[in-house]
T-cell receptor
């Protein structure tokens, strides 16, 4: 799987949009970008994924650059419960479910 | 719709012992993956089971073994426990090979916290 680079930590004020960047400059054409988050001592929670188009669901939006070398996860109205470690993962789309390779992620802290 | 469940939630063992952890996948899922998460680190992939067979394996020794049952539930066994095996063990389920063509999202359980003394 391609490697990803994320900032170690970020702060965001409650109610504001949280924008979490991820670099994946070696991504190949058949690899998806996945985002998971892990709230302290819980199992990782799936957020969103995409291939090349921007995606939105009830939790977040995913913006992927045209060259696919980076992406941004957007939490539109951050709350204190969004404080967590956010993982950006690149995953081959060849069918079936492969083992996910987690890096260190970004520790997002939402400030009241 | 029940999500992924794991048991037990916490476990304390001593070095050299053996442990078995259990996982029930999300309803409708047929593939189970296991991960180990040491304190302060991201989860590390151990192995994946589909159709009762180990399909993929991460960089873990043979002390780590598993099993998948006909109802898709799974067990993770660790023999000859070491202090370094202390970690949160996570199970994730997905709809695996039947989906075809693209990756299916993995959904995680709450984990089992293992402490080896």
């Amino acid at each position: 799987d391609a490697k990803t680079t994320q900032p170690t930590s970020m702060d965001c004020a409650e109610g504001r949009a949280a924008n979490l960047p991820c670099n994946h400059s070696t991504i190949s054409g058949n690899e998806y970008v996945y985002w998971y988050r892990q709230i302290h001592s819980q199992g990782p929670q799936y957020i969103i994924h995409g291939l090349k188009n921007n995606e939105t669901n009830e939790m977040a939006s995913l913006i992927i650059t045209e060259d696919r070398k980076s992406s941004t996860l957007i939490l539109p109205h951050a709350t204190l419960r969004d404080t967590a470690v956010y993982y950006c993962i690149v995953l081959y789309s060849g069918g079936g479910a492969d083992g996910l390779t987690f890096g260190k992620g970004t520790h997002l802290i939402i400030q009241p | 719709d029940a999500g992924v469940t794991q048991s037990p939630t916490h476990l304390i063992k001593t070095r050299g012992q053996q442990v078995t952890l259990r996982c029930s996948p999300k309803s409708g899922h047929d593939t189970v993956s296991w991960y180990q998460q040491a304190l302060g680190q991201g989860p590390q992939f151990i192995f994946q089971y589909y159709e009762e067979e180990e399909r993929q394996r991460g960089n873990f020794p043979d002390r780590f073994s598993g099993h998948q049952f006909p109802n898709y539930s799974s067990e993770l066994n660790v023999n000859a426990l070491l202090l370094g095996d202390s970690a949160l063990y996570l199970c994730a389920s997905s709809l695996g090979w039947l989906a075809g063509g693209f990756q299916e999202t993995q959904y995680f359980g709450p984990g089992t916290r293992l402490l080896v003394l």
